[in-house]
């Protein structure tokens, strides 16, 4: 079984609450190499992408879920993303010198929108107060205005590593009386909370659950992969290029010969001759 770069999902067998894990190492660090972070950034970075992929297990559909956060400063923004195909790209933008005791207070007076879209499709978006102390708070605080679903998260972020795990509470199936059910979802959040930051990013999640969960046994099914992959491409760039004037990027091409994109959330570098550019191709030379 993989240890890191991956997701796993559990359910526990007595009770209606279902549940993720997941633990990023090299998916993180190439979303944290793409610009020179901060440790502190690094770390933020790291809740935001595990928490991306912990909450993009609610898309029933190809999609993908973006988490984004506004704020004063030091940083203007954090971005990350998670496909229904957990693949993850992120970025943070502002003083990316800053440094700060807990993540969260990179983000002052922070807004998080959290959005959930679909393939060629629809647009779902839903915005939190940064009020909480963590990340994890300010989810639990959208879940419960949002879906109006009991949902908790533990997110940590350290040695290059980030980690969590979600609980979120089902609705009414294996267990009907209500109050059964909240004493089942206290319970498994009563265990839950003894984990500490340590073993969520070194234990292995099966081995992790099994310890949390020892007299509330949990199916737990198999991995999935998370991998860092940007949705740029050269043809994409093209597109967007094509919307300019047509005056506009002939002179770009006549002071440079080319014209370069650089993509921010990857690195990648797309350069374009004039014969690359359809409508220029076409319609004749630089001048
Ligand atoms: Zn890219």
């Known amino acids: 079984m993989t240890l890191y770069d991956s997701s796993l999902r559990f359910l526990f067998n007595d009770a209606d609450i279902r549940g993720e894990c997941v633990v990023l190492s090299d998916a ?3 979303v944290t190499t793409v610009h020179c972070y901060s440790d502190s950034i690094k770390k933020l970075l790291g809740e935001f992408a595990a928490a991306a992929v912990l909450i993009s297990n609610n898309l029933k559909y190809q999609g993908k879920i973006i988490l984004q956060a506004r704020a004063s400063g030091p940083l203007e923004l954090v971005m990350m993303e998670c496909t229904s195909d957990l693949q993850i790209r992120g970025i943070a933008r502002g003083n990316l010198k800053a440094e700060a005791a807990t993540p969260l207070e990179l983000l ?14 629809q647009r779902y978006q839903g915005i939190v ?4 102390d963590t990340l994890a708070g300010a989810l639990e605080n959208y879940f419960l205005q949002s879906e109006q679903l009991h949902t908790r998260f533990w997110l940590t972020a350290q040695q290059g590593r980030a980690a969590g795990m979600m609980l979120q509470q089902l609705p009414a199936q294996l267990q009907q009386q209500p109050a059964t059910r909240q004493d089942q979802w206290n319970t498994a959040c009563i265990l839950a909370e003894t984990v500490t ?4 990013v070194e234990l292995p999640p099966s081995v992790m659950l099994h310890r949390l969960f020892y007299e509330t046994p949990v199916r737990i099914f198999e991995p999935a992969d998370v991998i860092f992959r940007c949705s740029c491409s050269r043809e994409r760039t093209l597109n967007a290029l ?3 004037p047509e005056a ?3 002179e770009l091409l006549t002071e440079e010969g080319a014209i370069t994109l650089h993509c921010d959330m990857c690195g990648t570098d797309y350069r374009f001759v004039q014969s690359d550019i359809p409508t220029l191709a076409e319609n004749g030379r630089v001048h």
Do not use: C, K, M, Y
Not at 109 to 117: K, M, P, S, V, W
């Open 129 to 132: 107060a940064l009020e909480s």
């Open 197 to 200: 930051p340590d073993e969520l």
């Open 28 to 30: 993180l660090n190439e």
């Open 108 to 121: 002052t007076t922070g807004q998080l929108a959290i959005t959930i879209e679909r393939d060629g499709g």
């Open 242 to 244: 094509s919307l300019l």
């Open 248 to 250: 506009e990027l002939v």
